[in-house]
């Protein structure tokens, strides 16, 4: 086995929406529909940067997957061909998560971070999924305050977030109708055996990223026999798809809290922060006042306690990362200058097509006045983002789901990559996807940080596994347990050099996605 890789590995970056999807089946079989029919790809060049030789075609795809010969949308498909073919085994379809995360233009990326004998082995496939770049795509026509999807509960402003969400609900509703409903994980894992099918291939292989996770999760669900090898990174609970996923960030989020603060107080001669978990601790919330008291100049911009605390959860799980953080937000509270955070603009396009899945894969509660209660007590449960996790979101004015959520249940074959310290899936993300998936391995990453372990992440371990499952098919026998490789001087500060406030999107633009 050539396991060298061809490049540094990918960036791992956060991005703020937790945002999974999901679908209910009777045995798998019987839930998989007919095989599509092939069509006749005509493949073109769409050379970027990284990948010049990188082909594009384009396939159409039912609107709905129950009327095959009903409206027909379009899926945008690239593909870098097996760098050696006389080595070839297949095609490996990969996806960056999101929902809303583009995929079309990754199989460059991929190539330059695999190692050798995956990329002489596999044609990477990429894919914007439905609703998504330059597929066919949902973009509702919203305001800059529909757009902001992170909003603090706070009794005094929950009229005009249940205002805002529901006037996003409506203008989808109004520009995309009865359509709208089709735009889920289900249909997008229909759409890949359609992408199957069209390349010819009798299966699979795949590697999903963060909400990837949870869509290669339903197309091994629906389609267990088309299902190779699929690398599964950074994985998403099925069974709390959607909105008790979201609030697991709060949860999780006040036990990276208390890991960061014992961490920090032992370094007190290097940070100053407190001697004590309790004294660290307390200033960190001593500074929060002060922001809600009067906002934080960083950079050019103005940040209350809320915001702080909003960008501060992710830095959290990478407890030197958060430690740096804190020192910069003391010298901003001492009027010193501070170098403002990254300003992400998701931007409409992923944000529309983010909440159409999220939306559309589960039936959220639809009274407002459930969301208000359950805020309430989350904010005082997890003062950290309880806040944040359970206010009202526009799955509340969505319409019903095209079928029930799906439950994957299966033994099919797979391997789970997983950080035990990851800010976006966090840990019982994991451990519930491997619950769901009895064929599948893990490998957990003891006290590894952040979103992402494959390619080329910290831990040697568990690229080796990643390694010998893609290129020999071989699962561990066991699930297993891999160290995190020791840090650099230098890669520490690198990681200190990550502005300040970092938000978190689960996948798409966020985790492995970017690539550097």
């Known amino acids: 086995m050539q396991a060298r890789r061809r490049t540094a590995p990918l960036l791992a970056v956060s991005v703020l929406a937790t945002l999974a999807p999901a679908l209910a089946t009777a045995p798998a079989a019987a839930a998989s529909p007919a095989a599509p029919a092939a069509q006749r ?8 940067e990284r990948a010049p030789d990188l082909r594009c075609a384009t396939l159409k795809v039912p609107l709905d997957h129950a009327r095959p010969a009903g409206e027909k949308i379009d899926l945008e498909i690239s593909r870098l061909r097996a760098a050696d073919p006389g080595k070839r085994r297949g095609v490996l379809l990969v996806n960056p998560g999101g929902p809303g995360g583009p995929g079309l233009t990754l199989p460059g990326a991929f190539r330059d971070a695999l190692p050798t004998g995956v990329v002489d082995a596999y044609d990477l ?99 267990p026999h088309r299902s190779d090898r699929f690398v599964l990174d950074s994985g998403v609970d099925p069974a709390r798809v959607w909105k008790e996923d979201f609030r697991l960030w709060a949860q999780e989020t006040e036990k990276a809290f208390d890991r960061w603060a014992e961490w920090t107080a032992g370094r007190n001669a290097q940070y100053g922060l407190g001697a004590t978990p309790e004294a660290v601790s307390a200033a960190f919330w001593k500074i929060i006042a002060r922001a809600d008291r009067k906002p934080l100049k960083l950079g050019d911009r103005l940040y209350d306690g809320a915001m702080i605390r909003a960008g501060m959860r992710s830095a959290f799980f990478t407890r030197s990362l958060a430690a740096e953080y804190m020192t910069q937000l003391r010298d901003a509270v001492a009027g010193k200058p501070v170098p403002g955070p990254p300003v992400y603009d998701f931007g409409e396009d992923f944000v529309s097509s983010m909440w159409a899945v999220t939306c559309g894969d589960e039936n959220w509660p639809r009274d407002p006045k459930a969301y208000a209660r359950q805020a309430a007590r989350d904010a005082a449960r997890y003062p950290l983002y309880g806040d944040y996790v359970s206010n009202i979101t526009p799955c509340a004015f969505w319409d019903d789901t095209a079928e029930p959520t799906t439950t994957v249940d299966n033994k099919v074959g797979a391997l789970i990559l997983h950080n035990e310290w990851d800010s976006q899936t966090p840990l019982p993300d994991g451990l519930g996807l491997r619950k769901a998936m009895k064929g599948a391995r893990l490998a957990l990453v003891k006290d590894g940080e952040g979103h992402g372990v494959y390619p080329g992440g910290a831990s040697s371990c568990a690229n080796r596994l990643a390694d010998t499952y893609l290129l020999t098919g071989r699962l561990p026998a066991r699930d297993v347990r891999c160290a995190p490789d020791p840090v650099t001087a230098g890669q520490q500060k690198k990681s200190a050099e990550v502005p300040l406030v970092t938000p978190g999107v689960r996948g798409g633009a966020t985790a492995r996605a970017l690539i550097q």
């Open 125 to 223: 496939i990429g894919f914007d999924p439905r609703g998504v770049g330059a597929s066919t795509q949902i973009r509702c026509g919203l305001t800059p305050g529909e757009i902001a999807f992170e909003r603090p509960y706070k009794k005094a402003s929950f009229a005009r977030d249940t205002a805002l969400t529901r006037s996003f609900a409506e203008k989808c509703r109004a520009k995309y109708g009865d359509g709208l409903k089709h735009f889920n994980t289900r249909n997008t894992a229909r759409d890949m055996d359609a992408i199957r099918a069209a390349l010819g291939e009798r299966k699979i292989n795949y590697f999903g990223i963060s909400y990837g996770t949870y869509l290669g999760a339903v197309y091994t669900q629906l389609f």
């Open 41 to 48: 790809l005509v493949w073109r060049d769409c050379p970027t």
